[in-house]
């Protein structure tokens, strides 16, 4: 029997294929979870991913879906459930290209919002669907971004998004905790991942973004794990609605 604060869980984490998903669901793993590791085109470090889980003797697989498709999402949920009932999701999936506001167009904002608001409402009311008929509760984490409270150039269509994030999880929260569910968010600030490649690439800015944050680094994936687990663990069973931000103190200035 595995140790740790999600022994016995089952874990679905999206865009677990690279950055913060990848950390997320190896920290679960770590945990003690099982965990159905989700992708869209990178099939091989998602396969990779899980292998790395099952050499720590837990279970793991894959699962592909384009998150903005409700009838793949469907289908990666019904994949998921025959590997038991699922009690952690999270709904990491997401994406975004900066653009000015005056030259953002209708098919970038519908790629953004889809991809960031409708994803993780499909993912999430999906899952809780399958939590409520299992009748044994659970907790969903969405991954929001400090974008939801604080702007910065050329983000509009993400910021709107992920301030939806935010009221989608506290809607979700108070519908769903009669039912036992659990639904938080956590906000990332600055972490190096493939979204944030090109400010990590060019040394001025990313000393410029540095300088705002008061302990004084950016992010890694790593970074993430703690507000993760402590979501999808017991530890929070008192905790709904509420978003945990993660930002090296870049939002209290
Ligand atoms: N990095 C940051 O500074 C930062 C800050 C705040 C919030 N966030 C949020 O953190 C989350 C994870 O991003 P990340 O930084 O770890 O970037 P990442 O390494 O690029 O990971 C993004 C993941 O989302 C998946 N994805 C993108 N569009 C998808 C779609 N339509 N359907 C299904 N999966 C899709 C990707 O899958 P494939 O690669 O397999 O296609 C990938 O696994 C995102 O929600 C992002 O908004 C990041």
């Given amino acids: 029997m595995a140790e740790g604060r999600l022994a016995g869980r089952i874990a679905l984490v ?3 294929s690279s950055g913060i998903g990848e950390a997320i669901a190896l920290g679960f793993a770590r945990e003690g979870a099982d965990v159905i590791v989700h992708y869209r085109t ?3 470090e998602a396969e990779e991913i899980a292998e790395e889980i099952r050499g720590m003797g837990q279970r793991a697989r ?12 469907a289908q990666m949920l019904t994949e998921a459930a025959t590997f038991g009932p699922l009690s952690i999701v999270v709904c990491n999936a997401g994406t975004h290209r900066r653009v000015p506001f005056l030259e953002i167009d209708e098919a970038m904002w519908d790629w953004v919002l889809d991809t960031d608001l409708k994803g993780p409402f499909l993912v999430g009311q999906g899952a809780a669907r399958q939590m409520v008929q299992n009748g044994t509760g659970g907790s969903i984490i969405a991954t929001s971004s400090v974008s939801a ?3 910065q150039p ?3 269509h993400y910021q709107a998004a992920k301030a939806g994030v935010a009221m989608l999880v506290r809607g979700m929260a108070l519908e769903l905790a009669p039912h036992g569910i659990r639904v938080n968010a956590i906000a990332p600030g600055l972490v190096e991942t493939n979204l944030t490649t090109r400010i990590f690439r060019t040394p001025d800015v990313l000393a410029g973004r540095v300088s705002r944050i008061p302990l004084g680094r950016a992010g890694q994936p790593a970074d993430m794990v703690g507000a993760a687990i402590f979501l999808a663990s017991d530890e929070s069973a008192w905790t709904t609605g509420t978003t ?5 103190g870049f939002s209290v200035t």
């Fill in 14 to 16: 999206t865009g677990a």
């Fill in 244 to 248: 945990i931000t993660v930002d090296g």
């Fill in 149 to 151: 409270h604080s702007a």
């Fill in 62 to 73: 894959t699962v592909q879906a384009d998150i903005v498709d409700a009838g793949q999402v």
């Fill in 154 to 156: 050329e983000l509009v």
């Fill in 42 to 44: 990178r099939q091989r």
